[in-house]
């Protein structure tokens, strides 16, 4: 239904110059929902995360949050949305401030949004320290006197301690050593089921997103190139060439289970394809439509879109 839309953009576009970081991207997430972002470093996702919580202007495109366009409103009359939408960045040693405890950069959203009593603060704090995983008393420490996954923890700490409706997960696990990764997926998962908050989950590995998310876009040249409701046996469900390669890229453990493993091919660098699909200098099975037509999204079975010229290649 329409109105369970949270978070919607339309043809949301960000250029640097002659580089397309997001050209054109079109995506929904339903409230309570997450949405696994995916595809190799510089596809644009983390320009999109930036895009969609108002760290970065678009260049052109919509983005409407709780149904309000929300694209060129200035920072005045966007700061009472601001506190529904937070986001879990990729480095949390970077995300305190060195010369405050990690208890002082989470009093300050409070101090901006509420009106709590110090005392009401302090309590509050330790009550989400606690629902995170956290000793209260850890509060009261620099970031770089916190393990990596504590601090994490408190990145996760801060960005729910306003109750938002949205959450942008940059990469939330992709610093923390391996044994860690899967306490902090289990944490997201206990929270969203607690409170019902939406994600936005950003990442490159691709073994972290049937976790956490019901649906995957798949990003490339800044583009969306594949789109799926469900992230059930993703491997082998996508169709697009490049979403086949990025999976074939993942290197399988058993080698019983082995069969080519494949790499990516060296993306180009610099200036985006402007004409026809940005993946026909790379792709094993392009046509002489692909260098003229830019293929659009299109529905190839329920809840699953793709836009390529060539799937009857593709899944021969």
Known sequence: MKSDILLETKQLKKYYG????VDGVSLSIQKGQSLGLIGESGSGKSTFG???TKLEKPSGGEIRFLGR???NIPERKFRPLRKEIQIVFQSSGDVFDPCYTVGDSIREGLHNYTDLSPAEIEDYLDETFERVGLNPALKNRA???LSGGQCQRANIARALILHPQLIVCDEPVSSLDYSIR???LNLLN??????GITYLFITHDLSNVPYVCKAVAIMYHGRIVEYLDHTDNLGENVMHPYSRLLFESVP???????????ELPERVQGENLQKGCPFRGEC???EEICAETMPLLSEEATGHKVACHCLHKANM
């Open 190 to 195: 206990k929270i969203q089921e607690q409170e």
């Open 182 to 184: 899967k306490q902090m």
């Open 252 to 262: 399988v453990p058993d080698p019983r289970k082995r069969t080519i493993n494949r």
């Open 69 to 71: 366009s929300v694209e």
């Open 50 to 52: 930036k895009l969609v």
């Open 143 to 145: 970031a770089k006197q």
């Open 18 to 21: 002659t580089v397309h970081a």
């Open 284 to 286: 094993p099975i392009q």
